[in-house]
């Protein structure tokens, strides 16, 4: 290319090389001319320009949104969300290292995380979750709100590694059944204690059985359950009052036979 084409491509008068050097400031003054319109008129998108004089202008010729609107976006595609309320940013944001998720608080006072409470977070707990898929918790489990059992329900049960279940009363969690006669169970009646919990309301005076003391006897130690230390931790309660109740009928069913056989001599007499 020769000096001069990219000019006269744009529209711009260029010289022959024949012309009078009085001339020169003439040419001069146009160049500068050009120079002005340069800058002055909108340069179109096609000519590399922005079609527009204004920033906002340029921004539609583009199609380009405003700052304010433009939506950012995460390695997973969505959308970051940032609120305003009264004075301080509010924002969303994932704890990896907490494993939790909290609202971030900028403001005047500083920056400052809180958890969300979701449907797996403990509130009184101070953003300790547990998992829907399982958890564990190494603090007291409070359920102040917890709801009443007014459906089907199953009694709940705390086993020996700490995981709650429900009771288990289907054969199929069973092997070894067979029968048994309730005499044989010999003395399954513990003798009643009065005692206060050590934590307590002092003078509050409870009534019940002692884990030890049932553990001392043959009979009714198969219903002490024990820690995983092996010491006595409590009493299988249920367990132990289902087998006097049987006890208690097996008795009853003897004497209403015996009854009935007096009565049925007394009136052979």
Known sequence: MANGDDALAAGMDI????????????EDN?????????????????????????????????????TGDVALRNGLGFVYGVAQLSAHNIGFYRNDGANRTVVRVSSGAGQFDEAIVTEGTLPGLMGDTVKTSGGTITGSLYL????????????????????????ASSERY??????????????????????????????????????????????????????????????????LLIAQN???????DLMAQRIAALEARHAES
């Open 30 to 66: 146009k160049t500068r001319d050009y120079i002005a319109r340069r800058t002055s008129i909108v340069t179109p998108l096609e000519k590399g320009g922005t079609g527009a004089t204004t920033a906002a202008g340029a921004r539609n010729a583009l199609g380009v949104p405003a």
């Open 15 to 26: 010289l022959t090389g024949n012309e009078d050097r009085r001339n020169g400031w003439d």
């Open 174 to 239: 069973k092997k070894y059944i067979s029968a048994i006669d309730p005499a044989s169970l010999g003395d399954i009646f513990p003798d009643l204690h009065r005692f206060q919990m050590r934590q307590g309301e002092p003078g509050a005076w409870k009534y019940g059985w002692i884990a030890e003391r049932l553990a001392e006897n043959p009979d009714t130690e198969p219903f002490v359950v024990y820690n995983e230390q092996g010491a006595p931790e409590t009493i299988d309660f249920i367990a």
């Open 246 to 252: 049987a006890q208690h009928h097996q008795a009853m």
């Open 144 to 167: 102040p709100n917890s709801s009443p059992a007014i459906a089907g329900y199953a009694v709940a049960y705390i086993n020996n590694d700490g995981r709650v279940s429900r009771g």
